[in-house]
């Protein structure tokens, strides 16, 4: 089973501030998608980046999602109010198998 | 528009049987997997599996197999999530979740979610 390990597991951070979110993956290969959700209290996730770098419709472009190796990165350019949130990656292959990271939350400071 | 409508919260004794619905609209239900997604109250989320709408193909993931059962009806657009037996640990958000065409895993929309309460 494939395991994803999130860092920091709490951000503390002030409006205009840079984000930089990490995701780790136990094992990786070209078979397997990865990508990020944000989710505020209350609500859904919502998708934010798939296939590792690409923003899904209407996201705007301060979200931004890198990969190395077995390492995932979103950046948040600049922190907008709305931005404050739990921030999930998640990995699926076609065996089928979907694994979520255990979250890293975005405060204000 | 495409939504995902969940059923209304529900409030069940352990080991009573429950079915929730998702029904999906604004789109062509047949053509997109639907995940169910459990969120326990205050953290992570857990994919539980997926169906094909189209012909009710079914894939769990091992941690949820064998206690849950996932459905779907094209002639009403819905599909379901079912317990025969629930149990205390079963008390959660669960969400259906739509996948984005080819990338069954990459979830574009949510539904609202249902609280399934399992308490005697």
């Known amino acids: 089973e494939i395991v994803l390990t999130q860092s920091p597991g709490t951000l503390s951070l002030s409006p205009g501030e840079r984000a930089t979110l990490s995701c780790r993956a136990s094992q990786r290969d070209s078979s397997t998608y990865l990508g990020w959700y944000q989710q505020k209290p209350g609500q859904p996730a919502r998708l934010l980046i798939y296939?590792?770098?690409r923003r899904a419709p209407g996201i705007p472009d301060r979200f931004s999602g890198s990969e190395s190796g077995t390492d995932l990165t979103l950046t948040i350019s600049r922190l907008e109010p709305e931005d404050f949130a739990v921030y999930y990656c998640h990995q699926y292959d076609n065996s089928p198998a979907l694994t979520f990271g255990g979250g890293t939350r975005v405060e204000i400071k | 528009e495409v939504q995902l409508v969940q059923s209304g919260s529900e409030l069940k004794k352990p080991g009573e049987s429950l079915r929730i619905s998702c029904k999906g609209s604004?789109?062509?239900?047949?053509?997109?997997?639907i995940s169910w997604v459990r969120q326990v109250p205050g953290k992570g989320l857990d994919w539980m599996g997926r169906i094909d709408p189209s012909d009710s193909q079914t894939n769990y993931s091992p941690s949820f197999q064998g206690h849950v059962t996932i459905s779907a009806d094209t002639s009403i657009t819905t599909a379901y999530l079912q317990w025969s037996s629930l149990e205390a640990s079963d008390t959660a958000m669960y969400y259906c979740a739509r996948g984005s065409g080819s990338f069954w895993g990459d979830f574009d929309y949510w539904g609202p979610g249902t609280l399934v309460t399992v308490s005697s």
């Open positions: 604004g789109y062509s239900f047949s053509s997109y997997w």
């Open positions: 296939g590792a770098s």
